[in-house]
């Protein structure tokens, strides 16, 4: 959850729950992949980084997260870090799962890369089993953050649902299209390759840039098209939208998520020649 006193982002996170991220840094980040390994570490703790020795010794949760605050505080380089910890980020580990343009009426506008990465197959730096690292997340100590967790797409969605957290409609729409796949309490090798067929398809590479079609209704729900519905390229009858509500403050307490193709095999790739600018 990200503290109401930070820094404000795109006038939507002010004390809401939130996936790690940040803006890209050209002095600590090689890529947009780097930036979220990053941008993770100095938000939750965890780290998705690999030893480039198997001499390297396992650095102690009081280590990193003196490094994380260094690092966020911009006192520390993450790649003079990495290197001098013989680490290597795992940015292969990152799986492209979107993009997002804030919407034309935000004050303040982004162009976001989203990604999922699975941790079992990205060595992390905790616990200790054999050369793999594991740590809870834990937040930053109200930099940024004032708690941190692990939580399934599916628990996250009822929590939603039941008032008890709030998302913005990017986040639902990514949470509701992995709860899909999803399924059970652990996942699955074959669940695991789904996602990872959805990044490497049109799926991965789609930008969205929501545009409200018409005006809210009487209890204030409004819809939000995308690339690809009917009134955005799609074919006729196609819909890519989702139905949102917001009470008091702009927090979002429903979204109802419209989608009626499958996104593995029947994305229009024509919806989205036109590439969406800020």
Do not use: C
């Not at 941008?39 to 997260?65: C, I, M, Y």
């Not at 006192?75 to 292969?92: K, P, W």
Request: charge should be positive; aromatic fraction near 8%.
């Amino acid at each position: 959850m990200r503290n109401p006193e930070a820094r404000h982002f795109g006038g939507v996170h002010l004390g809401r729950q939130v996936f790690p991220g940040g803006n890209f840094d050209q002095k600590q980040d090689s890529s947009l992949a780097m930036t979220a390994i990053r941008e993770t570490f100095e938000e939750s703790g965890l780290l998705l980084a690999s030893a480039t020795s198997s001499t390297s010794n396992f650095l102690t949760d009081a280590f990193l997260d003196e490094a994380r605050h260094k690092i966020h505080s911009q006192r520390m380089n993450f790649q003079t870090f990495l290197s001098d910890q013989h680490l290597v980020a795992d940015t292969s580990s990152l799986l492209p799962f979107t993009q997002w343009i804030t919407p034309a009426n935000v004050l303040r506008r982004f162009h976001t890369q989203f990604f999922v990465a699975f941790l079992p197959a990205a060595p992390s730096s905790g616990f200790s089993s054999g050369t793999k690292q594991d740590r809870i997340p834990k937040p930053d100590g109200g930099q940024e953050v004032v708690s941190a967790r692990f939580l399934h797409p599916i628990d996250a969605l009822s929590e939603f649902r039941k008032g008890k957290i709030t998302f913005m409609p990017p986040q639902a729409y990514l949470l509701q299209t992995l709860a899909e796949i999803l399924q059970g309490r652990v996942n699955t090798p074959s669940q695991r390759e789904r996602v990872e067929t959805l990044s490497r398809g049109l799926f991965g590479s789609m930008v969205l840039n929501p545009l409200r079609l018409g005006s809210p209704d009487a209890e204030g729900r409004s819809i939000l098209t995308y690339e690809g519905d009917e009134t955005r390229g799609g074919s006729e009858g196609r819909r890519h939208r989702v139905v949102v509500k917001a009470g008091k403050g702009g927090i979002t307490s429903e979204v109802t998520l419209e989608r009626n193709f499958d996104v593995f095999t029947e994305i229009e790739p024509q919806a989205f020649k036109l590439r969406s600018k800020l």
